[in-house]
């Protein structure tokens, strides 16, 4: 490897990161167009779903910094992230699966084992 960022990883990494920043801008406007829907459950509702993807908007973005960086927590985590994509036929589960070979090619291992 010479102590270079594997392509991949790098090309991962700002997917994550735009995934990332992409779901907090999606979960800040359903939680603030929560206030559209009325009141009551829906209202709640709304909110509730805004703020989960807020959260998973900020796993995201945190799983690209990580990987960005080398850190085996990062890989793990978006090991984690594509097996649950492997749930989401069709599309989703030919991403999942192309990134979790990549993630667990021995040379992507050994430079997340390095940092």
């Known amino acids: 490897m010479g102590g270079e960022k594997p392509t991949g990883i790098v090309v991962l990494s700002v997917l994550y990161i735009i995934e990332g ?32 993807v807020i959260i998973i908007g900020l796993i995201d973005f945190l799983i690209g ?7 085996p927590w990062a890989r793990m985590a978006a090991i984690i992230f594509a097996i649950i994509g492997l749930i989401n036929f069709p599309i989703g589960t030919i991403i999942s699966i192309i990134v979790l070979w990549y993630l667990f090619k021995p040379e992507i291992k050994e430079a997340f084992a390095k940092q």
């Not at 929560?34 to 509730?48: N, Y």
């Open 21 to 52: 920043l992409i779901g907090i801008a999606m979960g800040a406007v359903m939680w603030g167009g929560s206030s559209a829907l009325g009141f009551g459950l829906a209202k709640s509702l709304g909110a509730a779903i805004g703020a989960v």
């Open 65 to 71: 910094y990580g990987l960005w960086t080398l850190k």
